[in-house]
């Protein structure tokens, strides 16, 4: 009986104890979405990119037509890998002529995907170039044919490994406060 007694008391005091101090669970655990493989990797836009880009006369949602890629400046189709690229704009006029917007391509199977954090402005003195100065900028490819996700440029699986064919070498780049 006094055994019985004492383990009452024993239960008692758990249960005033895990009353009184209330009973912990596990948090909840929070879910969120995995990055999907083909996505290009999380970069972080340059910090004073957007104030650089409103000196230059732009604003975030601008969309720059360009060749994506100045070594593939031709009609017809282009071929791409992952890797550093300088990008023309194609304007007539303005300070986006004299320059080159600078990032990298990231090939997945049936996207490019364009993360563009520098733009190289040209510097001329009496019509020579003089010189070129790096400015920070925030810039993503979009597809002129498919504006639909603004996720890069549709493409087709290239001939080598790790590279992708696109029909032709234009492209838009457009300007963000942050990438996707």
Known sequence: MAMAQSLRGVLAAGLAVGLGAGCV???????TSKRPKWMPP??????????????MG???GDRIPV???ETQNRPGSAHYKSRFVMSLPKVEEGELKDMSIAGYLYVANHRVFGRYDRA?????????????????FCGVLVDPRWDKDGEGIIAYPGPERGTAVVQDSKGIIQVVDAFP
């Open 25 to 31: 669970s596990a948090p909840a655990p929070v879910v």
């Open 42 to 55: 999380v970069m972080v836009c340059p910090p004073d990119a957007v104030d650089q880009m409103q000196r």
């Open 58 to 60: 732009l604003k975030v």
């Open 67 to 69: 060749v994506v890629d």
């Open 120 to 136: 190289y402005v040209r510097y001329y003195e009496g019509g020579k170039l003089r010189d070129f100065y790096e400015v920070p």
